[in-house]
């Protein structure tokens, strides 16, 4: 796992667009996993900049997004489809085939997740996977206690999640509780990983992941075993290394 240390968040998110960058330069038919939240905001913003000065073509690009919550239509402004919508699918030139985002009123969500591993499959695994940190060491909505070994699921949110992410809503009680989300399994599968955290409020679950134990309480842990990480943050976010 490599760490490094970003001045600021948005060193960090130009030094996440620019490996991106790199892997659909060298492979124009990348896969992509992606990631929702704050963290990676800055990113995708670079990712657009990049792309509108004609130096990025995502036309044979495929993606996939680590989850989504369980009772938001892809039209429900807090979805992750949305949110992906607004942040890169409706600046860049890809093809709306190529982009899978969990249908989370799915009303059979055992089988969309399957198709969704199955889709995976199909493009040839993901090449590089984006993913943020979340406060109790969670990665996708695999929370605390979640086994390595599971692929994409439904999953219970904990109140720390539910906490965290009620900024985005009118009141606690419209965040969803549940949310199908990979799994550590197809994340550990990806062929390489980026982790992006930043801020103070991140330092506890990056100093875990860096100098803790691998420990299912803290999901992230796992990706000390995986062959090529890598973590970027800031100096808030390293405060606690
Ligand atoms: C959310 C998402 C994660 C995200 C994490 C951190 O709940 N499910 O994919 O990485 O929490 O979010 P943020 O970047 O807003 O701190």
Known sequence: MEVVICKDYDE???????????????????VLGLATGDTPKKMYE????????GDLDFSKVTTFNLDEYVGLSAEHEQSYAAYMKQMLMSHINIKPEN????????????????????????????????????????????????????????????????????????????VPTHALSMGIQTIMEAKKIILIASGASKAEAVSKL????????????????H???????????????
């Open 46 to 53: 670079t990712l657009v900049d990049i792309y509108k000065k």
């Open 99 to 174: 982009v899978h985002i969990l249908n989370g009123c799915s009303e059979t969500p055992e089988e969309e997740c399957a198709l969704f591993e199955e889709k995976i499959v199909q493009a040839g695994g993901i090449d590089i996977q984006v993913l943020g940190l979340g406060h109790n060491g969670h990665i996708g909505f695999n929370e605390p206690d979640s086994q390595f070994e599971l692929k994409t699921r439904i999953v219970q949110l904990d109140d720390r999640t539910i906490e965290a992410n009620k900024r985005f809503f009118d009141k606690k009680s419209d």
């Open 227 to 241: 062959k090529d990480v890598t973590v970027l943050i800031d100096k808030e976010a390293a405060s606690k290394l």
């Open 210 to 225: 860096v100098n803790g134990n691998i420990d299912s309480m803290h999901p992230a842990s796992i990706l000390k075993v």
């Open 12 to 30: 960090m998110s130009r030094r996440a667009a620019y490996l991106l960058t790199a892997e659909i330069v060298q492979n124009p038919k990348a």
